[in-house]
C-alpha cells in the first residue's frame, strides 16, 4: 500500500509519495508541453475497491457497484464516478478521501491489513472520448493459512477470497507471459475489472512486486520472488 498510496503513519497518509501521485504528476508535466497543450485533454480519475468478490467506488461513499460485459464484451463497472482533475494536487486529494474509505483489519501478521484490492484509474478525455487509461492496482497481501488459523470467521473468508483472487491474476499474467491465445480473465472480479490490461489491443502491464528483508518473512519473499520470476 506505501508503494502505491504513499507514506502511512497510523490513519494519517501522505499520498504524495506513492506511485499513484508520480504517475499523476508525470500525466500533467506532460500535458503542459506544447505537445499536448492545445489538444483540449481533460483528465479524471476514479477510485474504486473489490472487496470479497464485491465492488465498491471509493470516491462516492463506497457505493456497490455491478461489473458486467456489453455487447462489445467491453467490462464496465457500473455506476462508478469519475471525478475531473486539473492538477496533480487535485489528484492527491481524491486518492487520500478513497484512500480513508477503504477496508482494513488486523491480522496476525500486520495490525493494519488492507482486506481489498484496490484500483486507481487515470483517465484522459478529448471532448468525452476517452483516450488513455492508467489502471494503477494495489493488491492485498497474500494470506498464508499459518497466519489465519486462529483469526475470526470474517477474517479467514476475507483471506480465502484474496487469495482466490491472487490466483486468477496470476494465471491470467502467465497467459500473458506465455503469448496464450485465452486469458482466464472472468475467473475473479479482479481479473474481470483489468481485462483491458491483458487483452487490450494497445496495453501495456507491468507488476511490482514488494519483499522484505527481514529473516521471519524469508517464506514470503522467496514465494514472491517465484510469483514475479513467472
Known amino acids: 500500500s506505501q508503494t502505491m498510496g504513499g507514506d502511512f503513519s497510523g490513519k494519517a497518509q501522505n499520498a504524495s509519495k506513492g506511485i499513484y501521485a508520480f504517475a499523476s ?18 483528465v479524471y480519475v476514479t477510485f474504486f475497491e473489490i472487496y470479497n468478490g464485491n465492488v465498491f467506488d471509493l470516491l462516492n461513499k463506497k ?37 480513508a474509505c477503504r477496508t482494513s483489519g488486523q491480522t496476525f501478521a500486520n495490525a493494519s491489513s488492507s482486506r ?32 489465519t488459523c486462529s483469526a475470526d470467521r470474517q477474517t479467514r473468508m476475507e483471506g480465502a477470497e484474496i487469495n482466490k ?43 511490482i512486486a514488494m519483499i522484505s528483508p527481514g529473516m521471519s518473512s524469508c517464506e514470503y519473499t522467496l514465494n514472491t520472488l517465484r510469483y514475479a520470476d513467472r
Do not use: W
Open 25 to 42: 504528476q508525470d500525466v500533467f508535466l506532460l500535458l503542459n508541453q506544447p505537445k499536448y497543450k492545445n489538444r483540449g485533454l481533460d
Open 63 to 99: 457505493a456497490k457497484l455491478r461489473v458486467l460485459e456489453d455487447g462489445k464484451q467491453q467490462v464496465q463497472v457500473v455506476g462508478l464516478q469519475e471525478r475531473q482533475v486539473g492538477c496533480a494536487e487535485d489528484v492527491i486529494k481524491m486518492i487520500e478521501m478513497g484512500s
Open 116 to 147: 481489498s484490492h484496490a484500483c486507481f484509474q487515470i483517465i484522459l478525455r478529448q471532448r468525452g472520448k476517452m483516450l488513455g487509461k492508467f489502471s494503477l492496482v494495489d493488491l492485498a497481501g497474500n494470506e498464508r493459512g499459518a497466519d
Open 165 to 207: 483472487s491472487l490466483l486468477a491474476l496470476k494465471e491470467c499474467i502467465r497467459a500473458l507471459g506465455q503469448n496464450k491465445s485465452h486469458t482466464p480473465f472472468r475467473e475473479s472480479k479482479l481479473t474481470q475489472v483489468l481485462r483491458d490490461s491483458f487483452i487490450g489491443i494497445n496495453s501495456r502491464t507491468c507488476m
